[in-house]
């Protein structure tokens, strides 16, 4: 059973590609950011480390952790960004070895795709088989991302900014999908890949 990496910038729209590969092929998806949200419960993993440091101000009044208070310390302040990465990443990627371990186990699909933004970074190639690029025009990402999430340019462009390079992705990811264009022009380079993949 081949474990592929989804990876690529913020609006690239890796998100569409994994529904495709679940609906079009029944692959099994890993999304890491639900895998975080999982371990940031009250009682979880990650979830004491956060509030030790953090506080409790980050919390509801049900003592789960408010990911968007959490959010807007974290996106304006390096130092902390980096600390709350440390303390999650590893607990995320051990997570995800767990969840691939238990749908090998399984085995009822032919193929587990796991995403995540910083695939690379995180060096994910250790888990997976190989690794995918979905790649798109810094334009029509800024355009996804002010359209759909309510992003000003700015946002963006300070989000982009801390993201890998398109050149660096390139060089990590065995295969490249191409998506700024139309949703069945993705589809079509994703069905030639999985023929690839099958045959």
């Not at 639900?34 to 993993?45: P, S």
């Not at 587990?112 to 979905?134: N, P, R, S």
């Not at 065995?174 to 993705?186: G, L, M, Y």
Request: with cysteine.
């Amino acid at each position: 059973m081949k474990v592929i990496g989804i990876t690529g910038g913020v609006g690239c729209g890796k998100s569409f590609i994994m529904e495709q590969l679940q609906e079009r092929y029944g692959v099994a998806v890993i999304l890491t950011d639900l895998v975080a949200h999982d371990l940031m419960e009250v009682g979880q993993k990650s979830y004491e480390d956060i509030v030790a440091y953090f506080g409790e101000k980050i919390l509801k009044s049900d003592k789960s952790i408010d990911r968007q208070a959490l959010g807007q310390i974290v996106f304006h302040d390096e130092k902390k960004l980096k600390i709350l990465n440390e303390m999650t990443h590893p607990n995320v990627k051990e997570e995800v070895k767990r969840r691939i371990a238990f749908i090998k186990e399984k085995g009822e699909t032919p193929l587990i795709a796991v995403e995540a933004a910083l695939l690379i970074e995180d060096h994910y190639d250790e888990i997976c088989e190989e690794l995918w690029f979905i790649d798109a025009s810094e334009e029509v990402r800024m355009k996804r991302l002010m359209e759909k999430r309510g992003y000003t340019k700015e946002k963006c462009l300070s989000i982009m900014s801390k993201q890998l390079k398109r050149e660096v992705f390139l060089q990590h990811c065995k295969r490249v999908i191409q998506n700024d264009t139309t949703k069945e022009d993705a589809i079509e380079q994703m069905d030639n890949i999985m023929k690839e993949i099958f045959s």
